[in-house]
């Protein structure tokens, strides 16, 4: 497997919204899910309407990540809420259903088709760099670390053990210089 790299300029992360918004509300609303909510690729593909949608059909304002360990949830931003708004206005499912099915199944798309529907994405923008699944992660990470998120929260939410493996894995070095406002604007 390559290793790929976060999207580092908004203006390409801008494009590719524009391009799948374009062509499929499901495809644009993998890639809004991933850069907003630092999911694996697996996990994401993996949600069911009901993870994010409420009985009454109001969206939820967290995810709750359903694993062994007590991570916390994961907040649904307004940029995801409105791509799901967007996408359920195109499609009939079901609480059950998978978020992101596949067009022949009752399955989600593949890893498979998910790394396609990405990677062309990126291309058809000018996107130079190695860009797949994990791309999409990293942007978090790195757009989260960039705005002022501590490293100790982006280290639990990415399950590193130090912070100096979260800095390798956004692709940051100790070199660069993060300036960061701390305005409490009392």
Do not use: W
């Given at each position: 497997?390559?290793?790929?790299?976060?999207?580092?300029?908004?203006?390409?992360?801008?494009?590719?919204?524009?391009?799948?918004?374009?062509?499929?509300?499901?495809?644009?609303?993998?890639?809004?899910?991933?850069?907003?909510?630092?999911?694996?690729?697996?996990?994401?593909?993996?949600?069911?309407?009901?993870?994010?949608?409420?009985?009454?059909?109001?969206?939820?304002?967290?995810y709750?990540?359903?694993?062994?360990?007590?991570?916390?949830?994961?907040?649904?931003?307004?940029?995801?809420?409105?791509?799901?708004?967007?996408?359920?206005?195109?499609?009939?499912?079901?609480?059950?259903?998978?978020?992101?099915k596949?067009?022949?199944?009752?399955?989600?798309?593949?890893?498979q088709?998910?790394?396609?529907?990405?990677?062309?994405?990126?291309?058809?923008?000018?996107?130079?760099?190695?860009?797949?699944?994990?791309?999409?992660?990293?942007?978090?990470?790195?757009?989260?670390?960039?705005?002022?998120?501590?490293?100790?929260?982006?280290?639990?939410?990415?399950?590193?053990?130090?912070?100096?493996?979260?800095?390798?894995?956004?692709?940051?070095?100790?070199?660069?210089?993060?300036?960061?406002?701390?305005?409490?604007?009392?």
């Amino acid at each position: 497997m390559e290793c790929v790299e976060a999207l580092r300029d908004i203006n390409y992360i801008s494009d590719i919204k524009h391009y799948l918004q374009k062509n499929s509300k499901r495809d644009y609303l993998f890639f809004v899910m991933g850069i907003n909510m630092g999911l694996r690729v697996s996990e994401l593909l993996q949600l069911k309407v009901k993870d994010v949608v409420e009985e009454e059909g109001i969206i939820k304002e967290f995810y709750d990540v359903k694993t062994d360990d007590p991570s916390p949830a994961i907040y649904i931003n307004r940029q995801v809420e409105a791509a799901l708004e967007s996408y359920f206005q195109t499609v009939n499912l079901e609480p059950q259903d998978y978020l992101f099915k596949s067009k022949k199944c009752a399955t989600p798309i593949t890893r498979q088709q998910a790394y396609r529907i990405i990677n062309k994405a990126a291309k058809e923008v000018g996107v130079l760099g190695k860009v797949g699944t994990h791309t999409l992660r990293k942007t978090f990470g790195y757009h989260a670390y960039r705005s002022g998120v501590a490293i100790s929260i982006l280290q639990k939410h990415f399950h590193h053990s130090t912070p100096s493996e979260t800095l390798r894995y956004l692709g940051i070095s100790k070199k660069e210089n993060n300036l960061v406002k701390i305005d409490v604007n009392l």
